[in-house]
């Protein structure tokens, strides 16, 4: 299996501007989860799905953040407006588990909002 | 509230055997895991811990006290490969609770 997959993996981009971050789970994996990690603030669970329907949101910043996972192959972070302080390197993670302690994390989208 | 204690910074030898500790309140525990995150990469599955006692895999080994609300990771034979950030992380719920992770500095 190729693992879980991540796209882009850099994105520059200007405040204001709407990014939308892309995430292919490793096929059979029926939980999702996306993370955001800076220095700051460590990793932090944004939003979970389990059989492509969100399950707790409650990690999203604000309403400037939206997630979508339209089939069991595909899910979407989108930012909009973009703010200088979303600048963070975004996980994707996928787990088979029921107890989801192991989780499988693709290579990030590095963020970076001028 | 929830929270995971551990040292921001280990420094070791190579070669060498390294503990690294987590203490951990939560609201719900299930079991603690470990993951490994080298610098510019992906947090990576280590181990997992639902009942008490050590669980070894190769050179790495992980403990944990739930009458104790403590584990840690154990890495022997350290090599500079495993220079990196460890995270202990709970899992609560349905989710995992993550530490702010500890980063080892291993010296030739």
């Known amino acids: 299996d190729a693992g879980v997959i991540q796209s882009p993996r850099h994105e520059v981009t200007e405040m204001g501007q709407e990014v939308t971050l892309r995430c292919k789970p490793i096929?059979?994996?029926?939980?999702l989860f996306w993370y955001r990690q800076t220095m700051m603030r460590g990793l932090e669970l944004l939003i979970y799905f389990n059989n492509n329907v969100p399950i707790d949101d409650s990690g999203m910043p604000e309403d400037r953040f939206s997630a979508k996972m339209p089939n069991a192959s595909f899910s979407t972070l989108k930012i909009q407006p973009s703010e200088p302080r979303d600048s963070a390197v975004y996980f994707c993670?996928?787990?088979?588990?029921?107890?989801?302690?192991?989780?499988?994390f693709g290579p990030g989208t590095r963020l970076t909002v001028t | 509230g929830q929270s995971l204690e551990q040292p921001s910074e280990v420094t070791a030898v190579e070669g060498a055997i390294v503990q690294i500790n987590c203490t951990y309140q939560t609201s719900g525990f299930y079991g603690l895991s470990w993951y490994q995150q080298h610098d510019g990469g992906a947090p990576t599955f280590l181990s997992y811990n639902a009942l008490d006692g050590l669980e070894e895999t190769g050179r790495f080994s992980s403990f944990l006290s739930r009458s104790d609300s403590y584990g840690y990771l154990l890495l022997q034979e350290l090599q500079m490969k495993d220079s990196a950030s460890y995270f202990c992380?709970?899992?609560?719920?349905?989710?995992?609770?993550w530490g702010a992770g500890t980063k080892l500095i291993i010296k030739p």
């Open positions: 993670a996928s787990s088979s588990r029921q107890d989801h302690y192991e989780q499988y």
């Open positions: 992380a709970v899992k609560s719920n349905y989710q995992l609770i």
């Open positions: 096929s059979g994996h029926n939980s």
